[in-house]
């Protein structure tokens, strides 16, 4: 008896070592609903809060992308790191606007320093804190710059289906009808 109890709990175990990291890393798939807070530089500042904001996550390994309506037109991707003493329930990520690079008409930068969910599976309870910077050169000529506190949490835990970074050549027709990046202040 005490052999069958001893070959049971190593097969246990076992099993639990051949796991996938990403079945015992953090989940973040899935909707928000939150508030950035920003701080605008166009020549004046301005300081403008977006309540009821939503974000939509989906999570692929390491790898996450999101996207807000109020920032029109961007897929943001994300770099998480679980936490070495709670990985299912909380990590860290840098994220950056797909297509950012330094000739870009929109970019931005962040940093979520608090991801955490519910170690109860069943739960949609989670937050999302971050910072971002960015700066925009609108289609107008006009420039403007500033940084965001994003505070969300979680509504839903469907996955929202993000394939990716979208090809980033951009297209004169949404240059012209939809420009990509934040509300002018």
Request: proline share 7%; glycine share 6%; net charge neutral.
């Amino acid at each position: 008896m005490r052999i069958r109890l001893i070959t049971l709990a190593m097969l246990h175990v076992a099993l639990i070592l051949m796991l996938p990291l990403s079945a015992i890393a953090i989940d973040l798939t899935g909707t928000w609903v939150g508030t950035q807070v920003c701080q605008y530089f166009s020549g004046t500042a301005a300081n403008p809060r977006f309540p009821d904001d939503v974000l939509t996550i989906s999570q692929k390994g390491a790898d996450l992308f999101f996207v807000t309506p109020l920032v029109n037109g961007v897929v943001f991707r994300a770099q998480v790191i679980d936490d070495a003493r709670s990985p299912s329930t909380k990590a860290q990520a840098v994220f950056i606007a797909c297509g950012t690079t330094d000739t870009s008409e929109y970019q931005e930068l962040g940093r979520a320093k608090k991801l955490e969910t519910s170690s109860n599976p069943s739960t949609v309870t989670a937050s999302f804190e971050a910072t971002s910077s960015f700066f925009q050169n609108d289609p107008d000529g006009s420039q403007f710059l500033g940084t965001c506190q994003w505070t969300y949490r979680r509504s839903s835990t469907a996955d929202p289906r993000i394939s990716g970074c979208p090809d980033t050549a951009p297209s004169a027709a949404s240059l012209t009808l939809h420009p990509v990046g934040r509300p002018h202040p």
